[in-house]
Each structure stands twice: as structure tokens, then as C-alpha cells.
């Protein structure tokens, strides 16, 4: 048996994932409280422009050779040695793995080298959303590598439900929902209204990785129809173009929208408070999330939303309480939620955006998500953070 750590200073925690993007914008708060106690934190992922901005803040970062749209298995066991490997090296004492690819082959890897882990499942993607042989190959991997860690976490009750139905988990008994990533409340504090002059423009805004999957098809066609009955309703995109995912849209895709009038492309920020507080509305018709961060941090600013009736949003938005609800692929039920967010008063809107805040505050407060990363690292290693 291991000899259990005595304090956060001899501890070395990992986290992986298929964007060091992802953990700098989801995990800052965890990242943080490991670090003021003394924790090793390592990051593996791809680089990207976050890479160094987890190093100010005291992460030791390694790039990851992952190729997140490829189903080439040369790939993926490449992704397995390398992080085996890194493992093997670096001894953590728990890793914690975000994303399909990071779940299953770095699932797999912590085993060999004899290391606990933690699946976190961020989302299930195109593996729930389509019916490829892809997608099926991917619930095989799922099945076969989540006999490994130690705990299985899911964000929302959908997603737990869809793996145990399918009989995706050998041990079921390691499952625990999470309920959301969380959100920190004092940084997305409420934000008042934007000021306009008069009625001659509302602001909508989807802010996300530019995926078809996130529904930005079914926004754009949505636009082009409101613009019509409502010429000052604007809509804009905010977030990174070209990613590495096979739902990604290219920039000419981008650049056709805007030079047709119907989406403003606002490029990509460190920052979104800025652009949920000048936005009178945060849409999000994705066909399936986890627990969505741009949801939550709008509704922390209380900024009201409309967001598909799909796993993962409904998390978030209550129908006519702090937003409004869609069908999911549908431009005509998406289209008619903005109108009615249109139509609404201002202070409907601002009733909206306040219980939303209410909303985010009582249930996905990031301390109390990191209070239950306290909890697993002290049931695997004895130390208390």
C-alpha cells in the first residue's frame, strides 16, 4: 500500500484536456486554491494562447500532441504513450481528465502507470448527437476505459442517465453528478442594462466555440428573419474559429454572414464580461452541453437567455423564469423565443435577468464545486486541502 501524502505541498495534481483553453477559462477558481496551498499543478494539453497565461498563474504546462478530429488509432496510441509516459515520470498523485479523448486514452494511460484518476465528462458532443460509426466506436472506448478511474463525474442528469441506459459503465457505483463546472460569482457580478438612446437596437450575442453543434446555423438563419420584422435587432458571435472539432466552421462560412449583414463576428476574447454586459440577451441553441459556461455567466450578470431544450441548458434555464427555452434544430421555435425576448419590456427583462442571478448563486457557486474537488483529492490521498 502507497504511504498517504501529510500536506498540500507534497501533492502533484494533473489536469488534461483537449484545450489548455478550457482550463483556463472553466478552472481558474480550482487552479487558484491548489495553488495557494502549496499544490504542484501540471497541465497537458494543446498549446494555445492560454498556455502562458496558466503559467503566470503558477501551472507547470505540457504541450499534448492530440488531434481532436482524427480517427486515425495511430493517433490516438500515440496520445496514449505520451501522456503513459508523462505519467510514469511526473508520479501525480490524482490526474484529472476533461473531454472524450483525454477521458478515454488518458483514462487508460493512468492505469498502466498505476496513477488514480478522475473522468471528468464536460459533455458528450457529437457521440450522443450522432449516429456514426464514429460515435459508436467512441461509447465502445467509453465502456472500456471507464472501468479505470477512480470516480466518473457528470455534469448533468441527462448525461448520467445516457451512459448508464446504455450500460456505458461497468461500475456504476463511481458515478457522481457535479452538477455544473460553476461559475465565480464576485468576478460575473450583475451588470446593469446597456444604456441606449432610444429602442433603435437590441443586442443579442452567442458566445462559444464557433461549432455547428452549438446551433450558430439555426442563429444565423433566425437573424435573417427577425431582421425583418425587427431591423434593430443585432447578432452577434463571439469565440474561436478553426478549431480542432468536426462540427468547426471556417472562416469563409463567417465571412459570408458578415458581409451579408446578418452576424457581426467579434473575433475572440480573454474577457467575455465585457460583451454579455453590452448585450441585452445571451443566446446558446447548442444540440447538447454539459452545463454551459456562457449560461451561467450570463445569468450571474443577469443578462436573460435563450438556449435550446436540450441536456445541459435546460440545467440552467427555466422556461419563463430567468430565460426562455426552444426547440432544439429548429430556426422557427428559435426565432420566435428572440421575438418574444423582443417584446418583452424592459423590466420583464430585467425581472428575468435578476432570477437568473438568483438561480446561478444557489446552485453552480464555483466554491461549491471546489469544495468537491477537496473532497476526492482528500478520500484518494489523506491530504486535506
Same mark, same amino acid.
Given at each position: 500500500m502507497k504511504p498517504r501524502i501529510e500536506r498540500p505541498a507534497d501533492l502533484r495534481v494533473i489536469l488534461v484536456c483537449n484545450t489548455s483553453f478550457a482550463i483556463y477559462t472553466y478552472r481558474q477558481g480550482l487552479i487558484r486554491m491548489l495553488i495557494a496551498r502549496g499544490v504542484e499543478v501540471t497541465v497537458i494539453a494543446p498549446r494555445d494562447r492560454t498556455t502562458d497565461l496558466l503559467a503566470q498563474m503558477g501551472c507547470?504546462?505540457?504541450? %499534448?500532441?492530440?488531434?481532436?478530429?482524427?480517427?486515425?488509432?495511430?493517433?490516438? %496510441?500515440?496520445t496514449l504513450w505520451q501522456l503513459n509516459r508523462l505519467y510514469r515520470s511526473i508520479r501525480p498523485h490524482v490526474v484529472f481528465h476533461y473531454t472524450i479523448k483525454p477521458n478515454i486514452y488518458g483514462s487508460v494511460a493512468a492505469r498502466l502507470a498505476g496513477v488514480p484518476s478522475v473522468a471528468v465528462t464536460t459533455g458528450l458532443g457529437y457521440v450522443f448527437i450522432q449516429t456514426s460509426r464514429a460515435a459508436q466506436v467512441a461509447k465502445r472506448l467509453y465502456r472500456f476505459a471507464f472501468r479505470f478511474p477512480r470516480e466518473i463525474w457528470f455534469l448533468n442528469r441527462d448525461d448520467e442517465a445516457a451512459f448508464v441506459e446504455q450500460n456505458l459503465l461497468v461500475h456504476p457505483e463511481r458515478a457522481r453528478l457535479l452538477h455544473g463546472e460553476g461559475v465565480d460569482l464576485a468576478q460575473f457580478a450583475p451588470a446593469p442594462p446597456p444604456e441606449r438612446s432610444s429602442r433603435a437596437e437590441f443586442v443579442f450575442v452567442l458566445i462559444g466555440r464557433l461549432l455547428w453543434d452549438k446551433g450558430i446555423g439555426e442563429y444565423v438563419e433566425a437573424a435573417r428573419r427577425l431582421r425583418v420584422r425587427y431591423p434593430f435587432a443585432r447578432f452577434q458571435l463571439l469565440g474561436p474559429l478553426n478549431v480542432d472539432n468536426p462540427s468547426a466552421l471556417t472562416r469563409a462560412d463567417v465571412?459570408?454572414?458578415?458581409?451579408?449583414?446578418?452576424?457581426?463576428?467579434?473575433g475572440e476574447a480573454h474577457d467575455v464580461r465585457p460583451v454579455i454586459a453590452a448585450a441585452d440577451c445571451v443566446v446558446l441553441p447548442s444540440y447538447r452541453e454539459g452545463v454551459p459556461r456562457t449560461l451561467l455567466e450570463a445569468a450571474a450578470m443577469e443578462r436573460p437567455v435563450v438556449a435550446t431544450d436540450v441536456p445541459g441548458c435546460r440545467e440552467v434555464v427555466e422556461h419563463g423564469v430567468n430565460g426562455l427555452l426552444c426547440e432544439v434544430r429548429s430556426v422557427e421555435s428559435l426565432a420566435a423565443q428572440c421575438a418574444r425576448m423582443l417584446d418583452m419590456s424592459d423590466a420583464e427583462r430585467r425581472a428575468m435577468g435578476q432570477r437568473g442571478r438568483h438561480k446561478v448563486a444557489s446552485e453552480f457557486d464555483e466554491r461549491l464545486v471546489i469544495e468537491r474537488y477537496k473532497d476526492v483529492l482528500n478520500n484518494l490521498t489523506g491530504v486535506s486541502l
Open positions: 507547470r504546462c505540457i504541450e %499534448l500532441a492530440l488531434a481532436s478530429k482524427s480517427t486515425n488509432p495511430l493517433d490516438d %496510441l500515440r465571412d459570408a454572414w458578415q458581409q451579408e449583414g446578418v452576424v457581426e463576428y467579434l
